[in-house]
């Protein structure tokens, strides 16, 4: 039986800040659907050139008191980065916290403002330790 990957769903309470959070990753807005009958909006967000790799953020218009404050459950996003570092660096200085910070300079974790966990992976092979990135502690958890 054939399969084919069609997109990830994260319920989302901010929409402004989680669509934010997703662009400062790279992602941008592929197509929407605002349902006025069903008070709720589908936004799909994917890398350029990967738009059949979309992120699909379900924001309820009257709130969405339901969505638990920690999402762990749900498991995570992974992505592929050119530089990790330089994320990682991009992504702070917009306020991100690095939760697993890049130690091996392979892979970091860090999580949207409704806390879904998102991996970053180093494309290729790992870069060199580098600091402040080799001695950073993790934050929190992912």
């Not at 379900?58 to 992505?79: I, M, V």
């Not at 990682?88 to 974790?109: E, K, S, W």
């Not at 949207?112 to 290729?124: T, Y």
């Not at 402040?132 to 502690?137: G, I, L, Q």
């Amino acid at each position: 039986m054939p399969l084919k990957y069609l997109h990830t769903m994260v319920r989302v309470k901010d929409l402004e800040k989680s669509m934010a959070f997703y662009e400062l990753l790279g992602l941008k807005e592929t197509r929407r659907h605002d349902s006025e009958g069903g008070r709720f909006s589908l936004i799909f967000m994917a890398p350029p050139g990967q738009e059949d790799c979309p992120v699909e953020l379900t924001w309820n218009w009257d709130g969405d008191d339901e969505l638990p404050s920690d999402s762990r459950h749900f498991g995570h996003l992974a992505y592929e980065v050119d530089d990790i570092y330089a994320t990682c660096q991009h992504l702070m200085d917009n306020g991100v916290t690095i939760n697993r910070p890049p130690r091996d300079g392979n892979m970091a974790f860090v999580r949207s403002p409704d806390n879904i966990s998102v991996e970053l992976l180093q494309a290729g092979e790992p870069l060199a330790p580098a600091e402040p990135w080799a001695s950073m502690e993790n934050t929190g958890h992912w």
